[in-house]
């Protein structure tokens, strides 16, 4: 029999403590169950990891497809913008083309009533003297 120490594990102190292979079993069989878990919760983890590596990968996609957009949306309003600096400033060019064609035109007129109004009065001043230099008799009948 053995001796039993009050210092001594309390496995062996037991007199039917279990024996190395029963104890080993137990131990293996636990473990093993446990690593199967541990397999699945791993498998469903990657799973997860997986699921959400699509979900970020489509994510990214839709957010550079709207960045895309965006750029050529910023390009299309850049280049409207332009487009309609360029007919504003064409408008500009042409209404100051008129206007000034529109003073040469007055002056113009300007010019052409003073000249009618001068050929008016030696029209006036031609008539009277004409009138007085008929002879007397032809002044008679009107």
Do not use: H
């Not at 293996?28 to 979900?55: G, M, P, S, W």
């Not at 409207?80 to 500009?92: K, M, N, T, Y």
């Not at 008129?98 to 009533?113: F, H, I, N, T």
């Not at 029209?123 to 009948?141: D, K, V």
Request: glycine share 2%; proline share 3%.
């Amino acid at each position: 029999m053995s001796e039993t120490r009050p210092d001594a594990p309390r496995y062996l102190r037991q007199q039917d403590a279990p024996t190395a292979d029963n104890a080993a079993s137990v131990d293996v069989t636990d473990l093993l169950a446990r690593f199967a878990e541990q397999a699945e919760e791993l498998a469903e983890a990657k799973v997860r990891q997986e699921n959400a590596e699509a979900a970020l990968r489509k994510a990214t996609r839709e957010v550079t497809k709207e960045r895309k957009a965006q750029r050529e949306a910023r390009k299309q309003l850049e280049n409207d913008c332009r487009d309609l600096e360029a007919e504003v400033a064409q408008e500009r060019r042409a209404r100051t083309a008129a206007e000034a064609e529109l003073s040469r035109v007055q002056d113009r007129v300007a010019s052409l009533q003073q000249q009618l109004q001068i050929a008016q009065a030696r029209l006036q001043q031609g008539g009277a003297e004409a009138e007085q230099q008929r002879p007397w008799w032809s002044r008679l009948g009107s």
